[in-house]
């Protein structure tokens, strides 16, 4: 029996992921790694391999983009096995691999699943009222970019950024009610993040300061004019969004979010890009919660503080106090 199963999306990538799978499985070749490797065929079809795969007793191996890497997450994880979980980034977005200290860089990840090292990070878990459930790596989130990330699922629109402009003309704000252990948020919003790790949508740094390390959800809650928004994004790439007068922030182990007027249509919510349904939802940071194979530092935090000169988890304030001593 092969030790590894590399569950692959064919439509990775807008289907040009081909190539970056005939690559890492010549990496993997390459470095004796055992595997087979298996074919998504439909939505939802990575959960249900990943969930056999691990029984079955194969190290789980996601090659895709985030939504590939959540759907064999969450089917590794839910099949209660033990199995170890890893990655290959192969999307145009690749934030879940990212939160764990991946490079999006194919044959690194080969080389990090050979050398097999693994450790434990936080996981968070997202339950709606409707029973819709699921384990996540990167963010929950609701309003504005929940609706972008349903539109972009949908195919409405090719281009990301022009989802986010077409969402952004017809966009209005609701209230919503955030429960915390210690806090509670009601109020207009135009999104609620709840934060595991920093980013989503292929780098957006929205919680910036999240850790998949220290047992909490760190949550962004934003009311920003639209207009306004849309120039908030490049910040948001750079990681230099934070602190903002228009962002509530907040930590909290478990959070729940409802609607304010139960005659609003809800908000939609989704975690790592995928749409779990309507609010209400609740969301729980499980610490140590999954042992996933992963660079013995973070990889990703190292290549993002070559590029842009800081960490993405070190907001504007404390690097002013560090100029400043």
């Known amino acids: 029996m092969e030790d590894y199963a590399i569950i692959y999306n064919p439509l990775a990538k807008k289907g040009e992921a081909k190539k970056d799978l005939e690559y890492a499985l010549k990496c993997l070749n390459d470095l004796k790694v055992s595997y087979k490797s298996v074919k998504t065929d439909y ?6 391999l990943a969930r056999q795969l691990a029984k079955e007793g194969y190290r789980v191996i996601a090659a895709g ?41 194919v044959k690194r990840a080969c080389e990090i699943i050979a050398q097999g090292f693994s450790s434990k990070s936080d996981v968070g878990f997202a339950k709606t009222d409707s029973g819709n459930e699921r384990y996540f790596l990167g963010i929950g989130s609701q309003g504005f970019d929940s609706e972008v990330a349903r539109r972009s699922n949908e195919e409405k629109e090719k281009d990301y950024n022009m989802i986010i402009l077409t969402t952004l003309k017809s966009w209005e704000n609701k209230e919503i009610i955030v429960k915390m252990d210690n806090d509670t948020f009601e109020g207009e919003a135009n999104l609620a993040a709840v934060g595991l790790s920093g980013a989503y949508g292929g780098g957006m ?7 998949i390390e220290d047992g909490l959800f ?29 962002i509530s922030e907040y930590q909290s182990k478990k959070v729940r979010v409802e609607m304010r007027n139960p005659e609003d249509e809800p908000y939609v919510c989704q ?14 940071c499980i610490q140590d ?22 960490y993405m988890w070190e907001c504007w304030d404390e690097l002013e106090k560090r100029k400043n001593k």
């Open 289 to 310: 919660g999954y042992e996933f194979i992963r660079p013995r530092k973070n990889e990703f935090a190292e290549e993002f503080k070559q590029k842009y000169g800081h």
């Open 218 to 246: 760190d949550i962004s809650i934003v009311n920003i004019d639209k207009v306004k928004l849309a120039r908030q994004f490049r910040r948001m790439y750079n990681a230099s969004l934070l602190p903002h007068p228009d």
């Open 43 to 48: 939505d939802g079809h990575a959960i249900e």
């Open 271 to 284: 975690v790592d890009g995928e749409v779990l349904g309507s609010l209400p939802v609740t969301y729980e």
């Open 65 to 105: 983009g985030d939504g590939t890497a959540n759907q064999v997450l969450h089917g590794t994880i839910s099949s209660n096995s033990g199995a170890l979980c890893g990655f290959i980034p192969m999307g145009s977005g690749n934030d879940i691999p990212a939160a764990i200290g991946y490079r999006a860089d």
């Open 205 to 211: 740094f929205i919680c910036q300061r999240a850790s």
